[in-house]
């Protein structure tokens, strides 16, 4: 027990140290010159290949649908994973090392891997809260679209209105495309990036229709007015379910709260009226 918790502190600390040297290269970078980044950039590649490869596909996904949150990216948050990893497991080695006994190697597996899936946890309730948050946006948005359309309004000057006066992630999101598109991004590379960054299937259908007109000519009209009518029709469901679990809730609240409290009431005036008497 004692060489295998050796052999894993020594790899635990290896894998501690190029995290710790790729993380620090990073703010390097962001904070020096340029020439003290081009010097530092082979080393921040090589770092980055032992600590942080390229994030897996499902993982990528999950940080552009939590909106890539400190503007970290995917590789930099699998370095972070790894980094907690091999925190978790010296801190468990120490507490297997001070404190000897059978729960302790539990401890030695439990606290890496835990370490290691917190980001994916805090990443996917993030992405929870933004879904929720483009569901709520998302007929607005879509009628604003529609009646641009509908006044003559090309398509770019279409979505930089409706994201100009709209206040939620929605119209932030599809600004950032347009913004994007001015900096000289391509429109399909900047509307690709809106819909990994905004994974609902309306957005993903709206994404779709605007590639099929630029390329096509196809009209966007019914299109959009579909989306909306959906997504209107599709948020009156949502707030109807909601209600629907919220009855069930008040009935419990007014069982255990209310009725006691009436009943202790009715009952202190028995008491009182039997004691006058």
Same mark, same amino acid.
Request: aromatic content about 4%; glycine content about 10%; proline content about 4%.
């Given at each position: 027990?004692?060489?295998?918790?050796?052999?894993?502190?020594?790899?635990?600390?290896?894998?501690?140290?190029?995290?710790?040297?790729?993380?620090?290269?990073?703010?390097?970078?962001?904070?020096?010159?340029?020439? !003290?980044?081009?010097?530092?950039?082979? +080393?921040?590649?090589? +770092?980055?290949?032992?600590?942080?490869?390229?994030?897996?596909?499902?993982?990528?996904?999950?940080?552009?649908?939590?909106?890539?949150?400190?503007?970290?990216?995917?590789?930099?948050?699998?370095?972070?994973?790894?980094?907690?990893?091999?925190?978790?497991?010296?801190?468990?080695?120490?507490?297997?090392?001070?404190?000897?006994?059978?729960?302790?190697?539990?401890?030695?597996?439990?606290?890496?891997?835990?370490?290691?899936?917190?980001?994916?946890?805090?990443?996917?309730?993030?992405?929870?809260?933004?879904? @929720?948050?483009?569901?709520?946006?998302?007929?607005?948005?879509?009628?604003?679209?529609?009646?641009?359309?509908?006044?003559?309004?090309?398509?770019?000057?279409?979505?930089?209105?409706?994201?100009?006066?709209?206040?939620?992630?929605?119209?932030?999101?599809?600004? @950032?495309?347009?913004?994007?598109?001015?900096?000289?991004?391509? !429109?399909?590379?900047?509307?690709?990036?809106?819909?990994?960054?905004?994974?609902?299937?309306?957005?993903?259908?709206?994404?779709?229709?605007?590639?099929?007109?630029?390329?096509?000519?196809?009209?966007?009209?019914?299109?959009?007015?579909?989306?909306?009518?959906?997504?209107?029709?599709?948020?009156?469901? @949502?707030?109807?379910? !909601?209600?629907?679990?919220?009855?069930?809730?008040?009935?419990?609240?007014?069982?255990?709260?209310?009725?006691?409290?009436?009943?202790?009431?009715?009952?202190?005036?028995?008491?009182?009226?039997?004691?006058?008497?």
């Amino acid at each position: 027990m004692n060489s295998i918790s050796a052999i894993s502190a020594g790899l635990a600390a290896c894998c501690a140290v190029f995290a710790f040297a790729d993380l620090a290269l990073l703010r390097a970078e962001r904070r020096a010159s340029a020439a !003290r980044v081009q010097r530092g950039r082979w +080393f921040r590649e090589l +770092f980055g290949r032992l600590t942080a490869p390229a994030a897996p596909g499902d993982f990528s996904a999950l940080v552009d649908a939590a909106g890539a949150p400190g503007g970290y990216s995917a590789k930099e948050l699998m370095g972070a994973k790894l980094v907690g990893a091999a925190g978790g497991l010296l801190l468990a080695l120490v507490v297997a090392v001070l404190f000897a006994g059978g729960r302790t190697t539990l401890l030695v597996v439990a606290l890496p891997v835990a370490s290691f899936l917190v980001p994916d946890l805090l990443l996917r309730r993030r992405a929870g809260h933004r879904r @929720r948050l483009l569901e709520t946006e998302l007929p607005i948005i879509s009628d604003r679209i529609l009646l641009a359309i509908r006044a003559g309004l090309p398509l770019g000057r279409a979505l930089a209105g409706a994201a100009e006066h709209g206040r939620g992630l929605l119209a932030l999101e599809i600004e @950032r495309a347009d913004a994007l598109t001015k900096l000289g991004e391509s !429109r399909a590379e900047a509307l690709a990036q809106l819909e990994r960054r905004c994974p609902l299937p309306e957005v993903v259908a709206l994404v779709a229709a605007i590639r099929r007109a630029d390329r096509y000519g196809a009209a966007l009209e019914p299109m959009l007015a579909a989306l909306a009518a959906g997504a209107r029709a599709d948020q009156q469901r @949502r707030i109807t379910e !909601r209600a629907q679990s919220t009855a069930p809730k008040i009935q419990l609240i007014v069982a255990l709260l209310l009725v006691p409290a009436a009943i202790c009431c009715v009952a202190a005036g028995m008491i009182a009226g039997l004691g006058g008497s």
